[in-house]
């Protein structure tokens, strides 16, 4: 799976990167300052290495498959309180209609990929976590995967910002929206 960022996406990513620095260089209690450092955060979250994908197992005792889209992305809170998150900060669609998340889960960066189950998640000052979710999806969906043009869009909301990450199942590109105000 490959992924296709614009050259502004990425010099933003470094910009977020450089204010992730500042704050913790800076430790300022000026919330207007923490908010011009942290430009490029969705309510104070660095979402990167996005993925979208699908796949299929096999559950205990089952006797068909469950396939599913997933979604998994690397979130950093640079803000300096925690921010607490769920499957409602996550609204997806597949190829234009909602679909609801069947799991929301999340694990440390650097875990020994050991996935935790979540209702909610909060995420510390500074602290990094993978999130994943997952939503299943019908047999002849998994199937003509490769072969129709899916799309599916994810837009995490926080606070009253948004960021949108679209994919393609044909091209296998992912896109990056700006973040809008809400």
Do not use: H
């Not at 089952?62 to 889209?69: F, K, L, R, S, Y």
């Not at 976590?129 to 043009?149: G, K």
């Amino acid at each position: 799976m490959s992924e296709m960022f614009s050259r502004r996406v990425f010099m933003r990513g470094l910009g977020v990167v450089a204010a992730a620095a500042a704050l913790t260089a800076c430790s300022s209690t000026n919330e207007a300052v923490n908010q011009a450092l942290i430009e490029g955060a969705v309510g104070g979250i660095v979402a990167t290495d996005c993925k979208i994908g699908r796949s299929r197992y096999w559950a205990a005792n089952a006797t068909v498959p469950v396939n599913e889209i997933s979604f998994r992305i690397v979130m950093t809170n640079v803000s300096s309180k925690p921010v607490t998150l769920s499957g409602d900060n996550f609204a997806t669609t597949l190829d234009g209609t909602p679909i609801p998340p069947f799991n929301f889960s999340a694990r440390d960066v650097g875990d020994a990929d050991i996935w935790r189950t979540y209702d909610s998640l909060t995420i510390r000052p500074g602290e990094e976590r993978s999130v994943a979710l997952a939503y299943e999806i019908s047999q002849p969906t998994y199937d003509s995967w490769y072969r129709s043009s899916r799309t599916v869009a994810v837009s995490f909301t926080c606070g009253n910002q948004r960021v949108t990450y679209t994919k393609n199942s044909r091209s296998d590109e992912i896109t990056v929206s700006d973040i809008e105000t809400l």
